[in-house]
């Protein structure tokens, strides 16, 4: 029996505004299509947050038994600066800046990607397509838009008519927004614009002869617009009606909402059945972003060298904090925030430790099953990581009860109690026990000292076949031997 079958969970839902209960559309398996990092620079703290909060939403549907095809695109073209439609590619841009190819942009960036995110114990999704690998998908996409009436070409651009769409379907169900208000609230178009309205947007954009990033279509030489790469890469690998889509708050209006508007002029339905909605992190109380500056970059937090920290912190705590807050909840970085979390992040992991040392009694006087069942309480309530984090602690205070003889547990109590603290930390939340990674360091180091002077000992015995042998062998692991005055040393 899978765990979901004995679950309810209720997600909520930003397209209805509702807490809903959760049902996939194939029994057992979940599609989930997250909207992935532009990477034309370093991630910062607040892009990992999103991407964090949508992996504890992947950790725990693994949890419950799901069969989860997660798939997190990379942005590598398409999306301009200031996300307006006339203007440079964000990757063109720095590519002018630092002479250097955009691919090669995309490529540094990318790499620090995912360097950042494994360091902070995020699981790799399942797939992660590029929209520059994704052009044909797109260019079948504008074609069935035009077909169906919902798009005109524009000296040589496509752009999507909202008017038109306006009439058939609604456009701003996602964000709650309203077709005519917009008209009224924007300025008239300067006559410079290809577009017949100002809502319209570019689902095909012409190449000025200086824009390097081009690819042939059958309306001109030039690339696609941001939110259709979406679009294609969801419905290649989800279907045309998948269950979840998330992304930032910030990508709501416009970049969902054109989503929904895309689809259902191509396949004329809904394409998502739960929209979900990750808040941002602010630093001081203003949104991080690459753009402003107002951001601390992950390799800052590790070494404390920013302005806005007193020491450096482990990504284990980094993550701890973040769980500390709910994902629609806006989550302010401060300092003391993170202190305070990092004594929690250590009572937490020395409790789990403990938890491995209680003995066991003739009969319990804790009804732990039932504080088990309030950790899937907490995660079953759209994913409350919050409460689930004061249930653990509710858990911990009960360690420390029975290893004072306050309390008894029998056996399999103990073991109960055991593995939901271990599961629910490690597994479903994603936190790194620090100390465990430390302690197997330290372990390394004395078996790499234990061969040393092995290598020694044939040394001087002049078994210099059994040196190389130990000495080739490390290096093969990574491990380099260097001898010197001092004695050897050693690094990995
Ligand atoms: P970008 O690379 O700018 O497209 O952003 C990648 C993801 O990070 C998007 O889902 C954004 O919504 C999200 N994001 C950007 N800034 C923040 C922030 N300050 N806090 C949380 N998420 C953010
Ligand atoms: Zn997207």
Redesign the pocket.
């Known amino acids: 029996m899978k765990l979901y079958t004995s679950q309810t969970l209720k997600i909520y839902n930003s397209l209805s505004g509702e807490k809903e209960i959760f049902t996939p559309i194939h029994e057992g398996r979940v599609g989930m299509y997250?909207?992935?990092?532009?990477?034309?620079s370093n991630?910062?703290?607040?892009?990992v947050?999103?991407?964090m909060s949508f992996d504890v939403i992947f950790r725990y549907l693994l949890h419950l038994g799901y069969k989860v095809r997660y798939v997190r695109n990379i942005?590598d073209v398409g999306?301009m600066v200031d996300d307006v439609d006339d203007g440079e590619d964000k990757i063109a841009k720095m590519a002018r800046l630092e002479k250097v190819e955009p691919m090669e942009i995309v490529q540094r960036y990318t790499v620090d990607f995912h360097e950042i995110l494994r360091e902070f114990n995020l699981l790799p999704p399942s797939i992660e397509p590029t929209a520059t690998g994704h052009l044909i998908e797109q260019i079948e996409i504008i074609k069935s838009i035009i077909d169906n009436g919902y798009a005109y070409l524009s000296n040589g651009s496509v752009y999507f008519d909202v008017i038109k769409f306006n009439k058939d379907y609604k456009y701003g169900i996602l964000s709650g927004r309203n077709l005519e208000d917009m008209i009224a609230n924007t300025r008239d178009l300067d006559g410079q614009s290809d577009k017949k309205n100002p809502q319209d947007f570019a689902l095909w954009k012409k190449a000025e002869p200086e824009h390097i990033m081009r690819w042939p279509s059958p309306w001109s030489d030039g690339f696609p617009g941001w939110h259709l790469e979406c679009t294609a890469m969801s419905t290649k690998y989800l279907g045309e009606t998948f269950d979840i889509h998330g992304?930032?708050?910030?990508?709501k209006f416009p970049h969902h909402e054109c989503e929904i508007a895309q689809s259902e002029a191509c396949t004329g339905h809904n394409p998502v059945n739960y929209w979900m909605h990750?808040?941002?992190?602010?630093l001081n109380g203003k949104?991080?972003?690459?753009s402003t500056g107002n951001?601390i970059l992950p390799r800052e937090i590790f070494t404390g060298e920013n302005p806005n920290l007193s020491k450096g912190f482990s990504s284990g705590v980094a993550r701890f904090f973040m769980m500390q807050a709910h994902y629609r909840s806006i989550l302010d970085f401060s300092d003391e925030a993170i202190l305070a979390a990092e004594k929690g992040y250590n009572r937490l992991i020395e409790s789990i430790e403990l938890s491995e040392k209680l003995k066991a009694s003739e009969a319990s006087s804790l009804d732990i099953k039932q504080w088990k069942q309030s950790c899937y309480d907490a995660m079953n309530d759209d994913f409350n990581t919050p409460i689930l984090i004061a249930q653990l602690f509710e858990g911990i205070r009960f360690v420390n009860l029975i290893h004072d003889g306050k309390e008894t547990l029998k056996a399999d109590d103990i073991e109960i109690l055991r593995e939901t603290l271990t599961v629910f930390v490690f597994d479903v939340l994603g936190i790194k026990n620090e100390k465990a990674i430390h302690a197997n360091t330290e372990k390394l180091d004395g078996v790499v000292n234990m061969l040393i002077n092995m290598r020694n000992q044939a040394r001087a015995d002049k078994d210099w076949s059994l040196s190389d042998q130990i000495r080739d062998n490390l290096a093969h692991l990574g491990i380099q031997l260097k001898d010197g005055k001092e004695g050897t040393t050693f690094n990995y």
Request: aromatic letters at 6%; charged letters at 10%.
């Open positions: 997250v909207c992935g990092p532009t990477v034309y991630v910062h703290l607040g892009n947050r999103t991407f942005t999306h992304g930032g708050m910030d990508l990750a808040n941002m992190l602010t949104k991080m972003s690459k951001n």
